[in-house]
T-cell receptor, first 112, second 114 residues
Framework: GEDVEQSLFLSVREGDSSVINCTYTDSSSTYLYWYKQEPGAGLQLLTYIFSNMDMKQDQRLTVLLNKKDKHLSLRIADTQTGDSAIYFCAESLTSGTYKYIFGTGTRLKVLA | GAVVSQHPSWVICKSGTSVKIECRSLDFQATTMFWYRQFPKQSLMLMATSNEGSKATYEQGVEKDKFLINHASLTLSTLTVTSAHPEDSSFYIC??????????FGQGTRLTVV
């Protein structure tokens, strides 16, 4: 079945790097995404990676994909207090309606 | 990026009444729309997938008679929570896509049933 797991909580100091990890089970995913959700708000797409890539960098964000281990990570460089939020990884399935399966979410807290 | 708008952003209703939530794609035609439900401090759970002009496909465990989904046009899908009860209180989020693109998400609707 489809299952996406994340660690629940991460706390870092302002200026440090944050690394949020995600594991998934469906090897047929075409795209994998990282979303940010602030309290009471919808989802903001941060970045995504195509399944045949192993790394993507976008300003402070670096996504690493290990397809063999079905492991995805998001690194945020120079983490700021405004980065405090819940981060969801999601995989887009290739079959049927291309629905997204979301991870359990990681709550990032940035300490000043 | 493309814009998806949900309305209302929040709603409070009495137990036993029905509530309709709208999801609109403002600057593109959405062939497929998705409805998610999110409980506090939990992930998004897909409720159903709807394609314009056809019946929605519900995920296992989601009552289709309770959560009515209509996708009558390429820019509008509605979710109606019928005979709402307090346990239906949740954050409902829609997303929309057209072929070849990722899904774009609405800002969510917080439903409180009292």
């Amino acid at each position: 079945g489809e299952d996406v797991e994340q660690s629940l909580f991460l706390s870092v100091r302002e200026g440090d790097s944050s690394v949020i990890n995600c594991t998934y089970t469906d090897s047929s995913s075409t795209y994998l995404y990282w979303y940010k959700q602030e309290p009471g708000a919808g989802l903001q797409l941060l970045t995504y990676i195509f399944s045949n890539m192993d790394m993507k960098q976008d300003q402070r964000l670096t996504v690493l994909l290990n397809k063999k281990d079905k492991h995805l990570s998001l690194r945020i460089a120079d983490t700021q207090t405004g980065d405090s939020a819940i981060y969801f990884c999601a995989e887009s399935l290739t079959s049927g309606t291309y629905k997204y399966i979301f991870g359990t979410g990681t709550r990032l807290k940035v300490l000043a | 990026g493309a814009v998806v708008s949900q309305h209302p952003s929040w709603v409070i209703c009495k137990s036993g009444t029905s509530v309709k939530i709208e999801c609109r794609s403002l600057d593109f035609q959405a062939t497929t729309m998705f409805w998610y439900r999110q409980f506090p401090k939990q992930s998004l759970m897909l409720m159903a997938t709807s394609n314009e002009g056809s019946k929605a496909t519900y995920e296992q465990g989601v009552e289709k008679d309770k959560f009515l989904i209509n996708h009558a046009s390429l820019t509008l899908s509605t979710l109606t929570v019928t005979s709402a009860h307090p346990e239906d209180s949740s954050f409902y989020i829609c997303s929309a896509r057209f072929p070849g693109t990722e899904a774009f998400f609405g800002q969510g609707t917080r439903l409180t049933v009292v």
